[in-house]
Nanobody, 123 residues
Framework: VQLVESGGGLVQAGDSLRLSCAASGRTCSTCAMGWFRQAPGKEREFVAAITWTSSSTTYADSVKGRFTISRDNAKNTVLLQMNTLKPEDTAVYYC?????????????????WGQGTQVTVSS
C-alpha cells in the first residue's frame, strides 16, 4: 500500500486547509484510516481517524470542532478539512492505515504511512 499526502502549505491563523491522502496498491476493505502530526522536537500525535464505512470518526481534543475527517472509498482517498487553524497546528501531517477491525490512537499500531505534508500556520 502506498499513501501520498498533499494539500499542505503556509497559511495564517484562522485560515483553512484541506489535506488529501491518496492510497494505491492493495487497499484494505475493513481498515480504518488515521491522520497524525508531528511538530519539531515532539512525538507524533493522533489527530483523527475514520472507519472504512465512515460510520465512526474520532478526533483529538485539540482539533475537535475545527477539523473534519472524511473518506471516499471509490477514489481511495481520505481527506482532512482543517478550519480555524492555529499556530500550534504547525506540523508535518501524515496519513496512515490501521490493521483491519481496529481504530488505534497510538501510531505504533498503524502499519502503512505516507511521507507527510507540511502545514505551517503563522500568527
Amino acid at each position: 500500500v502506498q499513501l501520498v499526502e498533499s494539500g499542505g502549505g503556509l497559511v495564517q491563523a484562522g485560515d483553512s486547509l484541506r489535506l488529501s491522502c491518496a492510497a494505491s496498491g492493495r487497499t484494505c476493505s475493513t481498515c480504518a484510516m488515521g491522520w497524525f502530526r508531528q511538530a519539531p522536537g515532539k512525538e507524533r500525535e493522533f489527530v483523527a481517524a475514520i472507519t472504512w464505512t465512515s460510520s465512526s470518526t474520532t478526533y483529538a481534543d485539540s482539533v475537535k470542532g475545527r477539523f473534519t475527517i472524511s473518506r471516499d472509498n471509490a477514489k481511495n482517498t481520505v481527506l482532512l478539512q482543517m478550519n480555524t487553524l492555529k499556530p500550534e497546528d504547525t506540523a508535518v501531517y501524515y496519513c496512515a492505515e490501521a490493521p483491519p477491525g481496529i481504530i488505534p490512537f497510538s501510531p505504533a499500531f498503524y502499519r502503512y504511512w505516507g511521507q507527510g505534508t507540511q502545514v505551517t500556520v503563522s500568527s
